[in-house]
């Protein structure tokens, strides 16, 4: 296997802005692009190569399946996207079948790296792609609410006027309408949320709170009414989520993982705050809930399950 190779999976708004997130990133010597449109990723891979006398250098090129066998991690952003007012989960029929496609010639090749699914929905695409890889589950994961996270922090950041990095909080759950936003546990370089607020000079917490998570919550639909499709957030998640596993750096994210048991939930993939390195997913991190969080975050794994339980694919 090549550390530094990467392969991309689908080559439209997010395979293509993630892969060039990903060759000004530095961190790879070599990404492969493969889309059931070859042109496409032909010409992404000629118009993403023609910046790299700026960058470092690397090979980047349009290729197949066999091109992914020795690759560190397999990006998966093939589906349709969300049209207005279609929610991720509307998407499940249509992606699980291009998955139908997908993972049997992945499952027939020896792949020793990792698969980071990220087409939508991406909890239930990853339960799927867990199923047919045959690839231990550790391997198999979803950027799941990484970008969503991202936005808490950015929109806490704002608010607060502080810089989102200093900011500790995590969106969990699925990635999508069932999603939550863990505030028990979130904090601003160790000082809790709330007390940081009146430091900031906000006292209406419960209100704002509520605020920003529906903001959260509702990014993608306001992007996509407005430009038909979200996709520079996603590809800077998707190079932050391959930085942890490249460096091996052990990051805590909000990756979709299997779950077996753990907070009460068996036999799914959502989103907790994970140890992401070189291997994938080594183990969840037991953040504090408060027992109404777990209760939502029980809900979301039962909508999840329920739409998987809907796939007749499986
Ligand atoms: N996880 C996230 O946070 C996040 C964020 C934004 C978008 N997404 C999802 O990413 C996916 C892609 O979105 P997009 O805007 O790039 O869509 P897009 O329509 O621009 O691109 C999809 C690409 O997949 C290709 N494709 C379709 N079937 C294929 C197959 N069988 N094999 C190989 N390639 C195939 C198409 O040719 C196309 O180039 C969607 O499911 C979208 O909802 C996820």
Redesign the pocket.
Known sequence: MNIRKVAM???????AASCFSIMESGLFSEMVL????KE?AEGEALDIAHGLPFSKPMKIYAGDYDDIVDASIIII??????KPGET?LD?VKK?VA?FG??MPEIAKRNVEGVILV???P?DILTTVAQRLSGLPKSRVFG?GTV?DTARLKYLLGEHLEIDSRSIHAFIIGE?GDSEIAAWSSANVSGIPLSQCCEMRGFYNHEKAMQDIAEQVKNSAYEIINRKG???YG?AM?VKRICEAIVRDEKSILPVSSYLDGQFGIYGISLSMPAIVGRNGVEALVPIQLSDDELSKLKESADTLKKAIGECDCL
């Open positions: 999976i689908g080559c439209g708004f997010v395979g493969i889309d059931a449109n496409k952003s093939a589906g349709a996207n969300q991720r998407l992606n291009i496609q997908i990220v087409a939508n991406v950027s970008l990635h499709a979200t996709y996603i998640s």
